[in-house]
Nanobody
Framework: QVQLVESGGGLVQAGGSLRLSCAGSGRSFSAMGWFRQAPGKEREFVATISRNTGTTYYADSVKGRFTISRDNAKNTIYLQMNSLEPEDTAVYYC?????????????????WGQGTQVTVSS
């Protein structure tokens, strides 16, 4: 049974940092990533990383502030979030099981975590 379990969310002031983790179990994945969903908005792509090459992709809105990384031995990915802004407030979801080439489309991922809340106060 495949499971993705996120951790590390919380409340932080603007300009602060948080580190999210996502531990996968049941199988390994060629790519894993992060999405987020704010109230009343659609789920949006944040970042993804390739298991084998370590190639990373980021949404323009987080480039230079967020860093995605992986630990293949632990089947775990991380999202280091710096210089957080109130606009980053959302539930952050881990995703895996990508099919197709569009890695920024939520519908292309087969597996999802339960989500972790990130709240950035101004």
């Amino acid at each position: 049974q495949v499971q993705l379990v996120e951790s590390g969310g919380g409340l932080v002031q603007a300009g602060g940092s948080l580190r999210l983790s996502c531990a996968g179990s049941g199988r390994s994945f060629s790519a894993m990533g992060w999405f987020r969903q704010a109230p009343g908005k659609e789920r949006e792509f944040v970042a993804t990383i390739s298991r084998n090459t370590g190639t990373t992709y980021y949404a323009d809105s987080v480039k230079g502030r967020f860093t995605i990384s992986r630990d293949n031995a632990k089947n775990t990915i991380y999202l280091q979030m710096n210089s957080l802004e109130p606009e980053d407030t959302a539930v952050y979801y881990c995703a895996a099981g990508l099919s197709g080439n569009s890695l920024n489309v939520p519908g292309n991922y087969a597996y999802w975590g339960q989500g972790t809340q990130v709240t950035v106060s101004s």
